[in-house]
């Protein structure tokens, strides 16, 4: 099944499924408030995000990314949009998708089930190394003290 959470109208999405032959009823499009995305997360065996890479995404890290990894669920998304890319490489949280093509999307299908075996405290372990409130607190003081 595929579970979509977001607050856009369903129908594009599901025009687009049956364009592309898959049922309707693998699809389940809602909304979520933030209290309650942990438990749809939990629901996630893998998850898939993929965000425009325009010029204002380039310095941009979403939030979406940390909470999957500190669920320990393995991610596909795209690269260029921030240091989405190389968290996910230097940490084997996922698979990224260099370019928006048929050959990088085959790719990705052909190494699913690769993902899907990925020890979850491995992911959880490379969100602690990058999105932990210690290491935080540490990067900003440094930060901080390189202004003194």
Known sequence: RFLFLTKDAPQPTYTSATKKGIPLEKIIITASERIDLPNYIALADLAVFFIKPVFSKKASSPTKQGELMGMGIPIVCNANVGDTAEIIQQTGAGV?????????????????????????????????????????????????????
């Open 96 to 148: 990224v998708i260099e370019e928006f093509t048929e050959k990088n999307y085959r790719e990705v299908c052909e190494n699913l089930n690769d993902m899907l075996l990925t020890d979850p405290n491995v992911i959880q372990l490379g969100a602690l190394q990058y999105y932990s409130l210690e290491k935080g607190v540490e990067v900003y003081s440094q930060g901080y003290e390189q202004l003194l």
